[in-house]
Structures are given as structure tokens and as C-alpha cells.
């Protein structure tokens, strides 16, 4: 078992938190290591106080890797230009929310706007599905174009949450598996590899 097989994973959720049967919460409560990172006020985000809470998550759990989801991948993604990403070893950003072009989301998450163009200082995977209502698939690879990350078409998936059918999702936690394989530099078995580098560009 390597050393970042043991490294904390703290999930990131985006508005309104996500629920009971949500991918994100599972996660949780079956992978080893996992934790929630929680906010005090999950349906009016504020950029500031959500990455009070994630960075106290971080100094609690140095050479994490962060798991986010809607606007908890953009929330991550605001790490970027704080020493403290420095200190984390990876991140999973799946549907990261275009908080510039969801008209959707309204003002509640115009303290995320715009989304960082800085360069994750970290491995990193950015997840995009071709029928998000949160974010066009070409925005999603744009972003991961920008911030260093390889990019996974998962196919038409929606949101990737609940309301797209996924409580449990499979197929991520191969993404989290391989993610931590490359974080370690070990060679991915074909099988894997065949999975992971389906859509995947660097």
C-alpha cells in the first residue's frame, strides 16, 4: 500500500450540499480515509467562508486528495493561488459549476465568479459530461485546459448526481483509483489504463 492509498480524501460538495444518496456522501461513508468537508451555510455559498472551512480541512490532513463536485470543484479550484495547495497531492473536480455562464444559479454564487485560470500546483482530474445543465462539456475541458488537469468525457451523465442516476458511481471510484496511481508514479495495469484513458487527454 502505497502512501497515498492512505491519504485522507476529503470531499468537497457544491450548493445545497449533497444528500444521502449522493455519489459524494457514499464515498464517505465507505471509502477508507474519506471526510466530509462541511460548510455552515450550504445554500448561500460565500467564496470566503467556504474556503475558510476547506483549508482548515487541509492543514487538519496534509498530502490529501480533494474530491469535488458542481461548486465544489470550483472551490478547489480557488486553492490555487494559496500556499497551501502546495500541500495537497490531488484532486477529482467532477462537473465543475461555470459559475460565469449558469444562469441557473443566479447570484448565489457570484462570489465564485470568475473560475480560476491559475494552474493547479497538483495532479488532477477534471470529469465532464456532454448534457451538464450546469456547464457546456467544451467549458469543462477548457478548464482543465487551464488548470493543468487531464480531462475524462464521461458521455452524456448529466450533472453526475442524483438526479442523473448516480448514487453509486463505479466508474469514478476507478478514476479516484488511477488518479492515486499516477499521484504514486505506479504503472496502471492495462484494464485500468483501458478505462481511465478512454476520453482522457493530458
Known amino acids: 500500500m502505497t502512501s497515498h492509498s492512505r491519504s485522507a480524501l476529503l470531499i ?13 456522501v ?3 461513508k465507505t471509502l477508507p480515509n474519506a471526510k466530509m468537508v462541511e460548510q455552515d451555510d450550504w445554500d448561500n455559498p460565500e467564496l470566503s467562508a467556504w474556503l ?3 483549508h482548515e480541512a487541509i492543514e487538519l490532513n496534509p498530502g490529501a486528495i480533494l474530491i ?10 480557488h ?3 494559496f500556499r497551501l495547495a502546495s500541500t ?11 459559475v460565469e455562464h449558469c444562469a441557473s444559479l443566479g447570484n448565489r454564487v457570484q462570489s465564485f465568479s470568475p473560475v480560476p485560470r491559475t ?5 488532477s482530474v477534471v470529469v465532464g459530461s456532454t448534457n451538464d445543465d450546469y456547464v457546456d462539456i467544451r467549458r469543462s475541458e477548457e478548464f482543465s485546459q487551464s488548470w493543468g488537469a487531464s480531462f475524462y468525457n464521461v458521455g452524456a451523465c448529466g450533472h453526475i448526481n442524483v438526479a442523473s442516476g448516480f448514487g453509486d458511481w ?10 492515486r496511481r499516477v499521484i504514486a508514479d505506479e504503472v496502471p495495469t492495462p484494464a485500468r489504463k483501458a478505462v481511465f484513458f478512454k476520453h482522457l487527454s493530458h
Do not use: M, Y
Request: glycine share 12%; charged share 20%; no cysteine.
Open 12 to 24: 468537497v460538495p457544491g450548493i445545497f450540499g449533497s444528500g444521502d444518496d449522493h455519489w459524494q
Open 26 to 28: 457514499r464515498w464517505s
Open 52 to 54: 475558510s472551512k476547506l
Open 68 to 77: 469535488g463536485h458542481s461548486l465544489g470543484s470550483i472551490l478547489i479550484a
Open 79 to 81: 486553492l490555487a493561488r
Open 88 to 98: 495537497i497531492a490531488g484532486a477529482l473536480l467532477v462537473a465543475p459549476a461555470d
Open 119 to 123: 494552474r493547479l500546483p497538483f495532479r
Open 170 to 179: 463505479v466508474e469514478g471510484e476507478l478514476l479516484l483509483e488511477e488518479l
